[in-house]
């Protein structure tokens, strides 16, 4: 399963790390936001909720990953798309205590159905 191997690889990769970068997370009935760790707190990203397809979470349940399915865009400075190309991408992030990663969890389930 895609975001189990993505948890796991997140893991492996950050075992040693001293510090692993911060962002905020805003989740909606309209999606998710990833925001800059600022005064500002801009948005990073967005994932349309439609776009999510399915969540999980680890064992330890500090970690989560979700997929979602969207339009592959160019890499030039004017963004285009490519066919109507469709990918999923998984996004995995890891939070302070499993408490905020359950709550996570749980709105990803109760907003897919």
Same mark, same amino acid.
């Given at each position: ?55 999980? &979470? ?40 499993? &408490? ?14």
């Amino acid at each position: 399963m895609l975001p189990t191997y993505a948890i796991n690889r997140l893991k492996q990769t950050t075992q040693y790390a001293r510090m692993l970068p911060i962002i905020g997370l805003s989740i909606s009935s309209n999606g998710v936001e990833f925001l800059k760790h600022s005064k500002e707190r801009s948005i990073i990203c967005f994932h349309d909720i439609k776009s999510i397809h399915c969540a999980c &979470q680890d064992r330890d349940l500090r970690y989560f990953a979700y997929v979602t399915r969207e339009q592959r865009l160019t890499n030039d400075s004017n963004p285009s798309l490519l066919n109507d190309d469709y990918h999923n991408y998984c996004h995995v992030l890891v939070v302070k205590n499993e &408490q905020m990663s359950t709550e996570v969890k749980i709105f990803f389930l109760f907003t897919s159905k």
